[in-house]
């Protein structure tokens, strides 16, 4: 059994790339995070997933978590594996030094959450939430809530967990009915049912802070009456140690497809009216500190789609040179590696999970100009870039790791379907990564509404120019040809109908996913040209290396952009198609 | 929870299709088995399905079959089940009545299939196996062989089980070790370990006919050295009772991501060197035997795509009506049915399992024209469609029925995720179908060589003037100019690529499977445009459903055709795209 194995060289070389593209070195703030310590981290990092982490990913779906009197029991090792991971400081990698955090900039945290995911998703997601929790402490929580919470959370003492869903509100927040009643000392009485919550209750950490969106009695109808509370499963005492129980009661687990060893946990809070939360932030104003989370958890949630990915191939890759089927014409057997079939598959999944994760760290790269850059326009610059892109990457990204999941089941042919390779297990965890933190059709309606016609494509017409600068380096390459006529394409698409102020509603939203499916092959396109431009220039160091790298931006030319100008054609040839049939 | 509702209207109006257009009504040997008799036994068939097979679809998943000491348990339900349904003639439903079947043409048996199929496609697949065991013997049994084995087995008196594959020959059977000894007595002493043989073992049925590939002492090396033996679990008395145990052990069964309630059995033959084979047909031989069994599963398998898709969609639809999430601008909120893009997925399920129904029905009373009719060159023009058809229908088929099955758990959203709703079970049932039977890979190599270099593209020619035909018969519609744009591509594609005679193998064979899913499209496109030409003529006998029919085409033409496009694009672009990258 193959164990994950970090993809050391690309992930050194493109957050190389990233760190250049956006100028990172020219960030003042930055001078003592360069690519050396870059280096260091990645190296360490890779040794904590392929030793401690990938170990235990099988063990966590055959074993599952399991579900006895409110109590939940992770898989035989994960709790040893978080106490390691949070005594090595993980958690807190790319948190404030002030709460016990590394103080590490996006563009290094992005190759070692990759890791974690890619190594043991189910385990890890204790992770993002960590983060996601302590950033919007950070940015809306009152100095009394980040002195009684934040240390706990960015060392690991405490995890978080977000409570969200109610059953008959996934999507749709505004229908929330989880209620908080003020109280005199200016707390709230939390009660309600929410589901769907991960890690909601587990025995890893002494406590777990839930952020609740919850209701007042006065509020507004609709998501503008969601507020958002601090509730831990045991009250804090004034030294800081856990006190009371907090009346928070878990109902259940579901049982899942994937994830098996991730307990997405029914709660029941205040079923004994004692279930006691503090607001964050301003009442009524609970979604604009979810949005904080939900950017953060949708950027994670594509590089899952990215660490799936590369698991996916690091197994076939291995697989299909172990595995004996077939013969040349001179009579040797030869290993399915040989079958053009199969390279076809496997070049599928490693040019997408390459180009994903370029795009993946240019984006954290992004977010570190936008939070270190003392230039207020750079700033605004790569925020709305990063608003832009996070949609297209967060779907895409899951999207094709649930395709490449299928590819590389294949690979393994009828051992794929047996769940002792482990590759089925890919297929199943990465089901939901198209689902939470927003399904594909919430993150194309997000794309096409809120960051295309909103501005009236402004900022997509600057990433297209960015991207017609990378195609016209080198004009004579057919590849870049290709990607330029998509990009021709793509802007006839934008003028005639995503930007046509007479196009019918319910027309583009009909063709709002396959328009977001087409900027993600082309962005991933883009991602490939350069980076083999860049390969041809340092061709010399490593012929291997950087002649697959303009392997791969060949390979994505001919084989996957066809399929994203086929989705512009569909939004084109869209006429009221999905509105003439009678269900 | 839904169970499924067979789509009766759908079978009765495609069967009604199909009937006319292979004429069926034509055939001398046909003329008792007309459209009332289908639609009588579709009628049937629908409640046993729904009644008895569905319900016990989801119990099969979770049981699962359990293994002990040799022996294999089914699930709760299973034997019971099998009693009724064989006791109720189906599995003979189309063989011969001289051995108690009911000799049913095969445009009849076609979907009733289907229902075994979409209903419990775990349970029932003993059935091809009698089928196509059946037909075997038929075809290549001495009669001493007929009369031992053939009423029980179409009767369902005893099961058939199939042992090819070995743990180091999988799609590669030149490789099979497995022995038979020649005895005296003109018997075989059979002895090797198979694998990933359905229904090997099992607690339903008094015997079990395994039909096993294996090889001789002085036989040459390789496929063309493989015979095919008739090896039952008990022999056979001279009464025609079961006797005595005949050394088939049954070692364990795999524990697969779908299909739990069927037995994938590992089994070893002639542990004690006490294991009587019957060479069925001539020494050698096997494979030839084994292609009419592999042409047989793989329509079948095909079907297998059809019946999920349709069963998925059938889930998805139900779920969107109850579902409400999200509101319309007025406040009132709505059932998920009424967003744009679930109705994309939904159309995305329902006019791919209608077209590629069709496809199927198609196939079927094209197979009984070429097994009844008179009409020597008839049944040569059938039989040569027919092997056209077999991979693109197998391959693409299965390909999208785990797309389809991918989009209605997503229309599910997280509930899609949890195993409760039903659905995620589909997805991992439909996983398989790719791979079982010859993959993907396989059946676009057969494709594209066998079926289309080896005759020059003849057949695929005439298969294309035929599309051509329906094209022009409404040349003013955008949805047939397309689909004819469609076609003028393929044939540029056949003329530049395929057929090119100086065409490098390794690229060909490196679009294959992109070529087969361009021709899966095309042909569904087909069928679409021209049930859609005859809906127009039958519009005013039900307005809904004619009119959804062509809705059906417009929605195709739209949001699937441009997949096919792109595919071809992809054929024509491939410069040797797989060979440039070093693994």
Redesign the interface.
Known sequence: MMSYQAPYKDMQWLVEQAYQTQQLGNLESLQDFDLDLANAIIDEASKFASGVLAPLNMVGDEEGCTFSDGQVTTPTGWKDAYAQFRDSGWIGLALPEEYGGQGLPKYIAQPVNEMWLSSNLAFVMFAALAQGGSEILLKFGSDELKARYLTQIVTGEWTVAMAL?EP?????L??LTTKAIPQADGTYQIKGQKI?ITYGEHDMAENIVHLVLARTPDAPAGSRGLSLFAVPKYRVNEDGSCGEFNDIRCTGI?????LHGSPTCSISYGDNDNCVGELIGNLNQGLMAMFVLMNEARLSCGMQGVGLSELAFQKA?QYS?ER????RADGQ?VAI?E??????M??NL?SESFALRSLGYQIAALIDVSEQSDDAEAVKAAEKRIALLTPIFKGFATEQA?ELA?DA??VF??M?????TGI?QV??DA??T???EG???IQ??DLLHRKIRVDQGRCISELMADIRDVVEKSPDS?VNQ?LGQALNQLAHVLDSTILNPSAEL??L??????FLNALGGICCAWQLVELAQRAQVSKAEDE?FF??V???A??Y???KL??A???L??VI???N???????
């Open positions: 869903t008959n509100a996934g999507s749709d505004g229908a769907y579901e049982h899942k497809t994937g890759l040179k004996v089927q077939g013969a057997r590696l079958h053009p079939d199969v390279k076809r496997l070049l490693r649930n299928g089941v294949q042919g009828g794929g379907f047996v769940e002792e089925a297929m199943r089901r939901i198209t689902i939470y399904t594909t059709g194309a309606k057919v290709r319910a027309q939203d009909a063709v709002a996913v396959p291997v002649g697959n303009v392997a791969l060949e390979f030319s001919a084989y066809p399929q100008q086929a989705a054609t569909t040839d869209e006429q198609g999905v509105g003439n049939y009678e269900f």
